[in-house]
């Protein structure tokens, strides 16, 4: 929803005796904003866009239209001079004309006054019978950058109250029972903060409480049980809703959606499994590129190779007739007149079978999504957030890794600087061997060892990470403590030892070690 305060000089918070800041407007207002944006024309058009706007409409709902300048007229006086109206503070009668103003009564004039043409122009998509329409020449967002995916995330959570805390109490060898037990519990809020607990394999409860990574670990496990759903189908990299009875029953797709929604603007990762083509439904794209092999159900994707693979017109139109019942199902039964319609025939199949067919699974999804605004975001700006929710072939790289992690030295020149400098480039060519599968362990476990996050989440590391150095009279092991994003790797006199235990521990650990 756009929202304009008013083309008057605003001095209050509209409805209040409350002096204007941004801060204070934005709690009147109540809601989270994307940005915040400050439209600047020419004296004429500000004066003759009001006296319009005032003439045509009325206050509860007004169109606001900014003008281009015609070129000949866009020059330093007309950009830059602002006169206050009769009657408004800072009158002088006395004021030259615009062709004769001199630099330095402009100078007092302009710049005094500058920067109190406009109030803000809210950004929102909300109810779109409130929507107030600014027209100009440049459609949002074209030529402006786009925010990051950290940004938008951070926005998101600013809705967080951090003073108050929603419990979770989990096992490991049962997340997926302990989410939903948390998140249908009547105390919890998702504009509360996440205190998770783990017990063990023997009931005990651990001992840290959590501030930030058994939240990361917990939330980061909840994906990937989410990904096992039955209310999921399709290969695992890009699954697709599928509708269940006893989902819908549960009301396990909205709770799907709030999951992740929670997970994302909290500070875990995103599910990293979801069809592109169930996103761009849902974020209102009008894209959808699907294949037959996104179809595991044997008999249907037999049926749809052997229409796609129609040599002749005459065989298809046989196979659509051996096939009616399915298509008509699916609303795409026809005859045919080319051997070319086939194509489209098994889009229009596919598009049903994933997209159409789902329709009631996918609107409770949506709704889910809705949690924290999430859903809104991503149909402000789908290609920044889509990320998050689908399968990317870009992986932990070791230099990634090594980059994320700062090392915290002793003094130059001290007998502590050689050891680390001599186990940083052990450390080096450990995520080395990582990424070159020559190593038990993976770039994505050493992450979630040290950080409880797989890969560097959507909100990203805070705080950031570091690597810190024992000596082996410590341990010999690495040690974590996710909740400030620290490693500590031991100082030991060969690659060898150090490979083997840092394998040992990484592998062998219960979840992340605190210390």
């Not at 602002?82 to 002088?92: H, K, L, V």
């Not at 967080?160 to 979770?168: E, K, L, M, N």
């Not at 980061?220 to 269940?244: A, T």
């Amino acid at each position: 929803m756009l929202m304009m305060t008013s083309l008057a000089q605003i001095c209050n918070i509209p409805g209040t005796e409350v002096p204007f800041t941004l801060k204070e407007y934005k709690e009147a207002l109540g809601k989270a904003y994307q940005r915040i944006t400050l439209y600047i024309c020419t004296a004429e058009d500000f004066f003759t866009s009001s006296q319009e706007t005032n003439h045509e409409s009325d206050s509860s709902d007004s169109e606001v239209i900014i003008r281009s300048p015609r070129s000949k007229e866009f020059n330093t006086a007309d950009t830059l001079l602002w006169e206050p109206a009769d009657g408004e503070p800072g009158t002088d009668s006395t004021a030259p004309e615009v062709p004769g103003t001199s630099s330095g009564t402009m100078e007092t004039t302009c710049y005094s006054k500058y920067t109190e043409l406009y109030a803000p122009i809210v950004i929102e998509d909300e109810d779109d019978s409130d929507r107030v329409e600014c027209n100009h020449d440049i459609e949002e967002d074209e030529g402006m950058d786009k925010p990051s995916i950290s940004e938008i995330t951070a926005n998101l959570a600013l809705e967080i109250d951090h003073r108050a805390v929603s419990r979770f109490n989990i096992c490991r060898s049962d997340i997926w029972n302990g989410a939903v037990r948390g998140f249908k519990r009547a105390t919890f809020s998702e504009k509360k903060d996440i205190l998770v607990k783990f017990s063990d394999n023997e009931g005990t409860l651990e001992e840290g409480i959590d501030t930030g990574g058994p939240k990361r670990e917990f939330l980061s496990l909840l994906m990937k049980e989410l990904k096992k759903r039955p209310i999921f189908d399709g290969p695992m990299e890009s699954r697709y809703l599928v509708y269940n009875s006893t989902a819908i029953l549960e009301d396990e797709y909205y709770l799907a959606g709030k999951m992740i929604a929670v997970s994302i603007v909290h500070g875990g990762p995103g599910p990293y499994f979801l069809s592109k083509n169930l996103i761009s439904y849902i974020s209102g794209q009008d894209s959808f590129k699907s294949s037959v092999g996104e179809i595991t159900d044997e008999e249907i994707g037999k049926v749809l190779k052997e229409i796609q693979n129609a040599p002749s017109v005459q065989i298809l139109q046989d196979l659509i007739l051996q096939n009616s019942a399915m298509l008509q199902t699916a609303g795409c039964f026809r005859r045919v007149g080319s051997c070319e319609e086939k194509t489209r025939l098994v889009e229009e199949y596919l598009k049903w079978y994933i997209i159409h067919r789902n329709s009631t699974a996918i609107e409770r999804f949506k709704a889910g999504l809705e949690t924290l605004q999430f859903l809104t975001a991503l149909k402000e700006h789908p290609t920044v957030l889509t990320p998050a929710l689908c399968h990317t072939e870009v992986k932990l790289s070791a230099e990634q890794v090594e980059n994320l992690f700062q090392p915290v030295l002793s003094p130059q020149g001290s007998n502590m600087r050689t050891q680390e400098d001599k186990a940083r480039t052990y450390w080096a060519d450990y995520l080395l061997d990582c990424e070159e599968d020559n190593s038990a362990v993976t770039l994505e476990e050493v992450l979630m060892f040290a950080a409880g996050v797989p890969c560097v989440p959507p909100a990203g590391m805070s705080p950031l990470p570091r690597l810190h150095f024992m000596s082996p009279s410590t341990s010999k092991f690495p040690m974590a403590n996710t909740c400030a994003n620290i490693l500590k790797i031991p100082l030991l006199d060969s690659y060898t030892a150090f490979k083997a235990n840092m394998d040992f521990g990484i592998k062998n650990s219960p979840g992340f070690g605190c210390f």
